[in-house]
């Protein structure tokens, strides 16, 4: 549809600091030679004598942050996925995670949609790894909205925070009067008694797809948005395993370690129901069109239809 607006959340991420760099005069940003990529360079242009560019230098960056942090300073530690969550980990572990200090994460370029840089870029463990970590917070917003909404919320939480955005242009789904963004409480976005398709980042816009095919089956399917990993909605997510009796997770992540696997944990203690897990199977990507790659791994609302018919039929 050719008025559908559509940006990348890391965009979206470059902007929103930018937006309130005024506002929390303590905001910092640094960064790891990917200003230009990680949109941070906005920020940059801006307010030069508040970004700090650390080279290619991750777990160096992580340990600036976390110095930073311990002197009142918000410090916003920007990189691709792949090399904050993964080459930085230990330095997030135990300079950031274990002293619990206050220093965000921008990790742009996460999943499969990353494209043509192919699979040593294309991270799809870095949820996984984070959620592993005590007290680190996750958030994976759908849309330049939530997006924005995200930065602003990390900001005012107290501690540890993993913001996870795109490189991929992904439609705005949340641009209506009554949405609220709030850290740990996940959204329904349509309602259903047959199924509940819970998705995350640019998952959520293809869910919403699927639903309207299934309607036309006759399945009613519930569509809820989890833009926050950790700490899990599992109230909300309860309440649809007990309304719906099955559930279908998306996720442009691995189906190992990630929201699947968050879903699949919280159903199984307390009201368990058959949960599907749809997203990156137990394997590397490799490069290609980000569009294309998507479908090829079934990250689309086809193979979302699709995945949820078998799985009420199993109910």
């Not at 790891?32 to 650390?54: E, M, N, Q, S, V």
């Not at 463990?125 to 924005?148: F, S």
């Not at 976005?189 to 309207?212: F, N, P, Q, S």
């Not at 909300?236 to 279908?248: M, P, Q």
Request: net charge negative; glycine share 8%.
């Amino acid at each position: 549809m050719s008025d559908v607006i559509k940006k990348a959340t890391r965009e979206s991420y470059g902007e929103a600091l930018t937006a309130l760099a005024e506002k929390y005069e303590n905001l910092v940003v640094l960064d790891a030679d990917l200003a230009a990529a990680t949109k941070t360079g906005i920020f940059k242009k801006a307010y030069p004598d508040r970004h700090y560019d650390c080279g290619i230098a991750e777990a160096n960056m992580m340990g600036v942050a976390a110095g930073l942090a311990a002197t009142g300073m918000i410090p916003f530690a920007s990189s691709f996925a792949m090399f904050a969550a993964g080459r930085a980990f230990e330095i997030v572990r135990n300079s950031i995670g274990y002293p619990h200090l206050n220093v965000k994460i921008g990790a742009t370029h996460a999943g499969i949609s990353v494209g043509e840089d192919g699979a040593t870029h294309q991270c799809c463990e870095d949820i996984a790894l984070m959620r592993t970590i005590p007290g680190m917070v996750i958030l994976n917003p759908a849309d330049d909205i939530e997006a924005k909404a995200a930065v602003e919320a990390a900001i005012n939480w107290d501690g540890p925070v993993y913001c996870r955005f795109g490189r991929l242009a992904v439609p705005v789904i949340n641009n209506n009067p009554d949405y609220k963004f709030e850290i740990g409480k996940g959204i329904t976005l349509r309602d259903g008694k047959d199924v509940t398709i819970v998705a995350t980042g640019l998952m959520v816009c293809e869910a919403l797809e699927a639903a309207e095919m299934l309607a036309k089956d006759g399945i009613s399917a519930r569509v809820i948005n989890i833009h926050t990993i950790k700490p899990l909605d599992s109230e909300l997510i309860l309440k649809a395993a007990k309304e719906t009796g099955c559930i279908v997770t998306c996720e442009e992540h691995s189906i190992i370690g990630g929201l699947g696997s968050a879903v699949a944990e919280c159903v199984s203690e307390s009201c368990p129901v058959p949960v599907t897990r749809i997203g990156v199977n137990d394997t590397f990507g490799h490069s290609g069109p980000a569009v294309a790659l998507l479908k090829e791994f079934g990250l689309c609302a086809d193979n979302i239809a699709a995945v949820t018919k078998q799985a009420v039929a199993k109910k």
